[in-house]
Nanobody, 115 residues
Framework: QVQLVESGGGLVQAGGSLRLSCAASGNIFRINVMGWYRQAPGKERELVATITIGGVTNYAASVKGRFTISSDNAKNTATLQMDRLKPDDTAVYYC?????????WGQGTQVTVSS
C-alpha cells in the first residue's frame, strides 16, 4: 500500500504563485511516474502534469509555460510550482503515483484563484 499526502494549496490572487508538494510513503518499490491532476466543480478530473522516473515531463496545454513539475526519486516526492495563476486554475489538485503493481491517489488539496 502506497500513501500520498499533498500539501501547499490555498487561496491566491490571479497572477500569483503556489507550490504544491506530494510525499509518498508505504510499501514503495519504485514509482515510475508521478503526476498532478485537478478537478473543478462540475467537471471531469483532468491531467495537469506528469514526470517519469527518468525526468520526462508532460503538461496540459492550459498550464504549459506557467506550471513546472519536479520530483526527487530518492525521497519519493513531487512538486508542482504554479505561476501566473488564473481563476480557471481553481480546482482540487490530486497527486498520483504509478508503480509496477498499480497506482495511488492523494486526498487532494484545494487551490482557489481569485480574480
Amino acid at each position: 500500500q502506497v500513501q500520498l499526502v499533498e500539501s501547499g494549496g490555498g487561496l491566491v490572487q490571479a497572477g500569483g504563485s503556489l507550490r504544491l508538494s506530494c510525499a509518498a510513503s508505504g510499501n514503495i518499490f519504485r514509482i515510475n511516474v508521478m503526476g498532478w491532476y485537478r478537478q473543478a466543480p462540475g467537471k471531469e478530473r483532468e491531467l495537469v502534469a506528469t514526470i517519469t522516473i527518468g525526468g520526462v515531463t508532460n503538461y496540459a496545454a492550459s498550464v504549459k509555460g506557467r506550471f513546472t513539475i519536479s520530483s526527487d526519486n530518492a525521497k519519493n516526492t513531487a512538486t508542482l510550482q504554479m505561476d501566473r495563476l488564473k481563476p480557471d486554475d481553481t480546482a482540487v489538485y490530486y497527486c498520483n503515483a504509478i508503480f509496477a503493481s498499480g497506482d495511488s491517489w492523494g486526498q487532494g488539496t484545494q487551490v482557489t484563484v481569485s480574480s
